[in-house]
């Protein structure tokens, strides 16, 4: 067992209230070319909640769900917004914290899910004068813990729908699109952030007893510039299709995320919601791992572990720029 003395948990941000907003989206968006209409879009969703997401509050649920189990003090910190990893390594340092295993909220490889918050904790660490050495757990996307936890809201979720759809309902998974070359750059050998969610969803819906093809992967809440290609189909043009191919009612599973923010609570639940009514399909939607006691004891029982391998600074590297509207502008 690697000898931890804290635990941080290493999660997105989220904005807190309306002027919170802007600013918290430049932080996410600072040189990555995503589009200002594609912005206002996504302000208008925060706006539509308040300007509040719900994240950051989940994230203090799962400290207070963690902090009982580990006996050891538990952190928290984000990249985007408060509060920011930096400022808790700080705190980390000052409360003499040495050694400490960070739980990412983001189950599996690729450069938004690993990479970049490999990047903020070196950051955070190279910031701050005596930080404690801070090591990156591995992913969980095939954990039992996680699988438990997905497979028991995936049940639920059947159970909401009308008793006599739920043998014929389809399971489709989602996660979050994103650029193709970045897909094909997750992982020591490529591919790896599809692989795993791929992985995930077989064994989630094993755990529900639909193995082989009852099940579909889709992508959600893409961005970026129309002319580059992102992972698809979009789960609302997935189910206009399920439709014309005589499919009444769907289960989403957003497999690739751990709780339930905006970019579910808005694109499935507001989007995806509002396309199967328009279609006049049964939809329901499982919740994220959250706080479910099996991802609760799942974060103590990969601190027990063998401390992880660090992945070589090679691994889901931010595919070179085809990325900038500029540049896609400038061919
Ligand atoms: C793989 C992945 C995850 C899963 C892994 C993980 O969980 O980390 C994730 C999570 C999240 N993404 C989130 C929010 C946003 N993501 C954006 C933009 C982007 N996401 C990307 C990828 C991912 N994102 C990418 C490739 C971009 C394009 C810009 C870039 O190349 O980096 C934008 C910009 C506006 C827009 O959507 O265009 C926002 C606001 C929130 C917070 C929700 C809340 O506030 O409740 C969470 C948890
Ligand atoms: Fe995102």
């Known amino acids: 067992m690697a000898n931890y003395d804290a635990l941080v948990v290493v999660s997105f941000g989220g904005p807190e209230k309306p002027d919170d907003v802007m600013p918290f989206l430049e932080n996410v968006v600072r040189g990555r070319g995503v589009p200002r209409e594609r912005l206002l879009e996504v302000e208008a969703h925060y706006q539509r909640f308040g300007g509040v997401s719900p994240i950051n509050d989940q994230c203090r649920e799962l400290v207070a769900a963690l902090k009982p189990t580990l006996g050891v003090p538990v952190y928290w910190g984000n990249r985007n917004w408060h509060p920011f990893l930096t400022d808790t390594v700080g705190r980390m340092a000052a409360d003499g914290v040495r050694k400490a295993a960070a739980f990412v909220t983001a189950a599996n490889a690729g450069f938004s899910s690993c990479r970049q918050y490999l990047d903020d904790i070196a950051g955070a660490v190279g910031q701050v004068e005596g930080a404690p050495e801070i090591v990156k757990l591995r992913h969980y996307f095939d954990h039992p813990g996680f699988i438990a936890a997905m497979a028991d809201h995936t049940e639920r979720a059947l159970a909401e729908l009308p008793a006599d759809r739920r043998a014929t309902a389809r399971l489709v998974f989602t996660a979050h699109s994103v650029p193709v070359t970045m897909a094909r750059s997750a992982g020591p050998s490529g591919g790896a952030y599809e692989a795993q969610l791929r992985a995930t969803a077989r064994l989630v819906a094993e755990a529900v007893g639909r193995s082989g093809q009852d099940w ?93 391998l660090m992945c070589a600074g090679t691994c889901c590297p931010r595919p070179q720029r085809p990325q900038t509207a500029e540049r896609v502008a400038a061919g």
């Open 216 to 308: 579909d992967l889709v992508w959600q809440s893409r961005s970026g510039p129309p002319q580059v290609p992102w992972l698809e189909p979009d789960v609302c043009d997935h189910l206009t299709d399920l439709h014309e191919d005589g499919v009444e009612a769907v289960v989403l599973v957003p497999i690739g995320f751990v709780s339930d923010h905006m970019e579910v609570i808005y694109d499935l639940d507001v989007e995806a919601a509002d396309r199967a009514r328009e279609l006049g399909m049964h939809l329901t939607r499982a919740a994220t791992a959250g706080t479910h006691p099996r991802f609760v004891s799942m974060v103590g029982e990969l601190m027990a572990e063998p401390e992880p």
